[in-house]
């Protein structure tokens, strides 16, 4: 009997995988899907020896960024030291201020604020001899026309988009500009929210971005988690 006619006879079969897969919940698949971007990413730029910094924006309870500097212990391991130094940019307060056009039910001022103490605790403990710098405050203080290079920032390798809205997303963009390096991989983790509107979320600040910076090409890379994005600089 073939696999076909065995599911057709016995459809308890079907009732248990599906019943195995809903229990999955899915923000633990959205991370889990996060995860294997950033091995992705990090992989990527260590194999074609993409060197320069770990960015993230927005870091929250430092899940992400954790990984990240965990993952790139393990990839040194195969191509040898990247020499990678990792920035996180949070408020740990929420989003501050939210725009009109940034609305969402989601994304409300406060889901965001965490204990700031234990987390950096946390990211200490998680990022075992590796160089990382945490920037608190929000964007509009930290990195609105600011220079990253006066945080020693020299080359992005991995830049993490992670917070959600426009105005923020295109603080970040304008921020990492003069940073970006042909084969800097940029992640977008909710680039698809919003209903699918082109004139809101990360969507649409990197559309802006992109027509605003012409001389810089951004090559799909791959796609991960639910709905989530990475590009790859591919001419500056
Ligand atoms: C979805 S969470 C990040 C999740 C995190 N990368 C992870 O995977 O664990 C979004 C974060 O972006 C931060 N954020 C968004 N806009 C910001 C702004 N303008 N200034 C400072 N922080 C901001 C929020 O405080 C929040 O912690």
């Given amino acids: 009997m073939n696999l076909l006619k065995i599911l057709k006879k016995f459809l308890f079969i079907q009732n248990i995988i599906a019943s195995f897969f809903s229990v999955i919940p899915p923000y633990l698949e959205f991370t889990i899907g996060k995860y294997q971007a950033i091995k992705k990413a990090m992989f990527i730029t260590a194999h074609d020896e993409t060197y320069g910094s770990y960015l993230e924006f927005g870091i929250f309870t430092g899940s992400s960024f954790n990984f990240a500097m965990k993952i790139n212990k393990k990839i040194e391991k195969i191509f040898g030291e990247a020499n990678c130094d990792f920035f996180g940019f949070d408020s740990f307060e929420g989003f501050g ?4 056009d940034d609305k969402h039910p989601r994304f409300r001022d406060n889901i965001f604020s965490v204990d700031e103490k234990k987390i950096l605790k946390n990211i200490q403990k998680c990022s075992d001899g590796q160089k990382y710098k945490i920037i608190k405050g929000f964007f509009e203080e930290t990195i609105k026309n600011k ?4 945080h020693g920032i020299e080359k992005a390798r991995v830049v993490m988009i992670d917070c959600d809205l426009k105005e923020s997303t295109s603080m970040a963009l304008n921020f990492v500009r003069d940073v970006l390096q042909i084969g800097t991989i940029v992640m977008f983790d909710d680039y698809i929210f919003y ?3 082109e004139q809101k979320g990360e969507f649409a600040a990197f559309k802006k971005f ?11 890379a791959f796609e991960y988690g ?8 591919s001419k500056i």
């Fill in 97 to 100: 201020k939210i725009s009109e």
């Fill in 147 to 150: 220079d990253p290079h006066q």
């Fill in 195 to 197: 209903k699918g509107d």
């Fill in 210 to 220: 992109k027509e605003q910076n012409p001389n810089i090409t951004f090559r799909p």
């Fill in 226 to 233: 639910y709905g989530s994005r990475a590009f790859i600089v």
